[in-house]
């Protein structure tokens, strides 16, 4: 079964940095689009930034500049570098994965979620 687990959520001081990675495991087929979402309590979770099997980015206007999404599809692993991070990014941050299903159409998976916390 498909499964994504999420590491490297943490603690950080405003203006520090974080590193999330997450692996993708019990498939072979292809990923179409990976990413991170984010959730904090009382509401939805939100993208914060993707990157599809062509490598084409995509980030909220929020994290632009800061935040870096990279993937490597030889080992079915996304990453998120987080840069100057400030107290409003913090969240449970969940690794999304789009895996291609029968008749090529994708099936969205998600990891349990790893917390940051950016302390001012």
């Known amino acids: 079964q498909v499964q994504l687990v999420e590491s490297g959520g943490g603690s950080v001081q405003t203006g520090g940095s974080l590193k999330l990675s997450c692996s993708v495991s019990?498939?072979?087929?292809?990923?179409?689009?990976m990413s991170w979402h984010r959730q904090t309590p009382g509401d939805q979770r939100r993208l914060v930034a993707e990157?599809?099997?062509?490598?084409?980015?995509n980030y909220v206007y929020t994290v632009k500049g800061r935040f870096t999404i990279s993937r490597d599809n030889a080992k079915n692993m996304v990453y998120l570098f987080m840069n100057n991070l400030k107290p409003e990014d913090t969240a449970v941050y969940y690794c999304?994965?789009?895996?291609?299903?029968?008749?090529?159409?994708?099936?969205?998976?998600w990891g349990k979620g790893t917390l940051v916390t950016v302390s001012s």
């Open positions: 999304g994965s789009r895996i291609a299903g029968p008749g090529g159409y994708g099936r969205d998976y």
């Open positions: 019990g498939t072979d087929n292809e990923i179409y689009d």
């Open positions: 990157v599809n099997l062509g490598g084409s980015k």
